[in-house]
């Protein structure tokens, strides 16, 4: 009897993001990881991580959106996103963006598990 085939394993993985005063408050960038991610500082200087690419069209949300308060809006149809939880604000987009856990350690590095 053949053995059973090994299951992928589902496992996070801690990755260093930037240093806290790379990324101003109210502001993002986008990670040039495979897929992929949007990271954010909130006005309060709070990080969130979500994927990168819009659900509506494809097109980078934190290369080229604009950030305000906990919401990111898609430049090109206006869709809208909530960083803290990636729900789908407005129409046109409807599917929510995948989040990801963000840590900042003593050292002021931000890390993303995904």
Same mark, same amino acid.
């Given at each position: ?5 090994? @299951?992928?394993?589902?496992?996070? @993985?801690?990755?260093? +993001?930037?240093?806290? %005063?790379?990324?101003? =408050? ?16 909130? /006005? +309060? %200087?709070?990080?969130? *991580?979500? =994927? /990168? &690419?819009?659900?509506? @069209?494809?097109? =980078?949300?934190? @290369?080229? %959106? ?6 990111? &809006?898609?430049?090109?149809?206006? *869709?809208?996103?909530?960083?803290? &939880? ?6 046109? *987009? &409807? ?8 840590e900042v350690d003593e050292d002021e590095k931000v890390y993303v598990v995904c």
């Open positions: 009897m053949a053995p059973a085939p090994l @299951e992928k394993r589902n496992t996070m @993985e801690r990755r260093f +993001a930037c240093l806290v %005063g790379d990324l101003e =408050s109210g502001s993002s960038m986008t990670l040039e990881w495979e897929p992929p991610v949007a990271l954010y500082r909130n /006005d +309060a %200087g709070e990080f969130y *991580a979500t =994927s /990168d &690419t819009c659900t509506h @069209e494809h097109w =980078s949300l934190g @290369e080229d %959106g604009d950030l305000e308060g906990n919401e990111v &809006t898609c430049p090109l149809h206006l *869709a809208r996103f909530d960083i803290r &939880t990636g729900e789908a604000l407005c129409f046109p *987009a &409807t599917v929510a963006l995948r989040t990801m856990a963000v």
